[in-house]
């Protein structure tokens, strides 16, 4: 059994550590923006809704990354070997109609 294609642990950290600091510096704006005596209740919802999106594009970032590693790891056939190349197979369509 062959090993499966894998994304690179290093690459995807780095792919993700940009928009991870925009995450947290976001939750630090809820938290400061949130009324004085409601920092829980003001800053919870936006910080959940933070970071449940995060979590989907991280998930998502993940997955398509190993997609590619998996097909880089398999590059496209060249055909089968007895197809007619387009230009030997003649003209496409049909036969034109006779007139008569």
Do not use: C, K, W
């Amino acid at each position: 059994m062959q090993p499966t294609a894998q994304l690179s642990r290093e690459a995807y950290v780095q792919a993700m550590r940009a928009p991870l600091e925009e995450l947290l510096g976001r939750v630090a704006d809820a938290v400061n923006g949130a009324p004085p005596g409601q920092v829980i209740a003001g800053s919870e919802e936006p910080v959940r809704d933070l970071f449940a999106a995060f979590r989907r594009r991280a998930y998502e970032r993940a997955v398509q990354m190993r997609v590619d590693a998996a097909e880089a790891a398999f590059p496209p056939s060249a055909g089968p070997a007895d197809r007619p190349a387009a230009a030997e197979q003649g003209p496409h369509g049909p036969p034109p109609a006779h007139r008569q």
